[in-house]
């Protein structure tokens, strides 16, 4: 059972144009969640994230959008460039909850493609 | 800067062999991970460590060991490889999630 979904396997949007990544999760215990950039053949990079506390993380052009009702965040990129093309990985871990607080779970991931 | 190091960066192992996967940090940071990511897939936590001396199981820690004798090494030693091991593996660190990763080892078990 996926606990956090990416179901947008791959999104093209044009260069300077907004990208939105979309992320849903199931599993109410999920308090914090991250955004990992991944290039081929190089282990992912983080991005940005947010505390459930907030609704909102913005870090250049990265924005991290949280809505805790609809259990569902998104990443924006404003403007995408030609460098953002790359597979983006939505994670969340119950920082509240001790133990697993550790663990992240992580979506399957959506392939970017910034054309130029 | 080297930040997380892993070697080999790709291996062929035969059934039943045994390999250890190198990781090593340079930024004094006490929490190190073990993932996995099979295609088309997140990746999955094998093992974790919050410091040396100190690991804990992941989501799917069977097959693997880990040891954390120091703050900058992180071996995973997998004993009887098994085709369902083939993967890439990834190490990473942090202050506390994960925030710079390796750049992998690609490992098939034929």
């Known amino acids: 059972d996926q606990q956090v979904k990416q179901n947008s396997p791959s999104l093209s949007v044009q260069e300077g144009r907004i990208s939105i990544l979309n992320c849903d999760y199931t599993?109410?215990?999920?308090?914090?969640f991250l955004w990992y950039k991944k290039y081929p053949a190089e282990g992912p990079t983080f991005l940005i994230s947010i505390s459930s506390i907030k609704d909102k993380n913005e870090d250049g052009r990265f924005t991290v959008f949280l809505n805790k009702s609809a259990k569902h965040l998104s990443l924006h990129i404003v403007p995408s460039q030609p460098g953002d093309s790359a597979v983006y990985f939505c994670?969340?871990?119950?920082?509240?909850?001790?133990?697993?607080?550790?663990?992240?779970?992580f979506g399957k991931g959506t392939k970017l493609s910034v054309i130029p | 800067n080297a930040g997380v190091t892993q070697t080999p960066k790709f291996r062929i192992l035969k059934i039943g062999q045994s390999m250890t996967l190198q990781c090593t940090q340079d930024?004094?940071?006490?929490?190190m991970y073990w993932y996995r990511q099979d295609p088309g897939m997140g990746l999955k936590l094998i093992y974790y460590?919050?410091?040396?001396?100190?690991?804990d199981k992941g989501e799917v820690p069977n097959g693997y060991n880990v040891s954390r004798s120091t703050t900058e090494d992180f071996p995973l030693r997998l004993e009887l490889a098994a085709p369902s091991q083939t993967s890439v593996y990834f190490c990473?660190?942090?202050?506390?999630?994960?925030?710079?990763f390796g750049d992998g080892t690609r490992l098939s078990i034929l």
């Open positions: 990473a660190s942090g202050r506390n999630q994960p925030q710079h």
């Open positions: 994670a969340a871990s119950a920082e509240s909850s001790g133990a697993g607080s550790y663990q992240l779970t």
């Open positions: 599993n109410s215990m999920f308090d914090y």
């Open positions: 930024m004094n940071h006490n929490y």
């Open positions: 460590s919050v410091g040396a001396g100190i690991t």
